[in-house]
């Protein structure tokens, strides 16, 4: 039968000082490691939502807005996740709220996507002309 017990006799190396009795840091690199993907897909958002702000001025805040606000989010619900685990009702107001926040963070989404936005202006080119 192989040993549970990991190298360093069952101490994490992140487990260090007394915070390590708060949050039992291998659970919540693991945990914040699995959300990955969408950290990555966040990151971007923001990027490209920075990157195209002089074009879209409207679009680019929503479209920051729900990026933040699910990248401080995920990391915020993910810490109390670990601190509240123990606590007995914590499973209901914490799908409720993650929902809810979620539920914002989507519909600025949404909104960019689909708020009308003026035309941009057309460019006049030399040479360029209708035929």
């Known amino acids: 039968m192989r040993s549970t017990v990991p190298l360093g006799g069952g101490r994490s190396p992140l487990a260090f000082g007394p915070i390590a009795t708060w949050f039992p840091m291998d659970d919540l690199l693991r945990d914040l490691m699995k959300l990955t993907p969408m950290f990555v ?3 971007v958002g ?7 702000w002089r074009c879209h001025p409207r679009v680019s805040a929503l479209v920051a807005a729900s990026c933040t606000l699910s990248i401080v989010t995920t990391v915020a619900f993910t810490l109390a996740a670990h601190r509240l685990s123990e606590v007995a009702q914590f499973g209901l107001v ?5 929902t809810g ?6 519909g600025l989404l949404l909104w960019a996507a689909l708020v009308r936005t003026a035309p941009a202006p057309a460019s006049r080119t030399p040479g360029a002309g209708s035929h």
């Open 41 to 43: 897909v966040w990151t």
């Open 46 to 52: 923001l990027l490209l939502a920075l990157n195209r």
């Open 94 to 98: 914490f799908g409720l709220a993650w």
């Open 101 to 106: 926040v979620s539920a914002v963070a989507t």
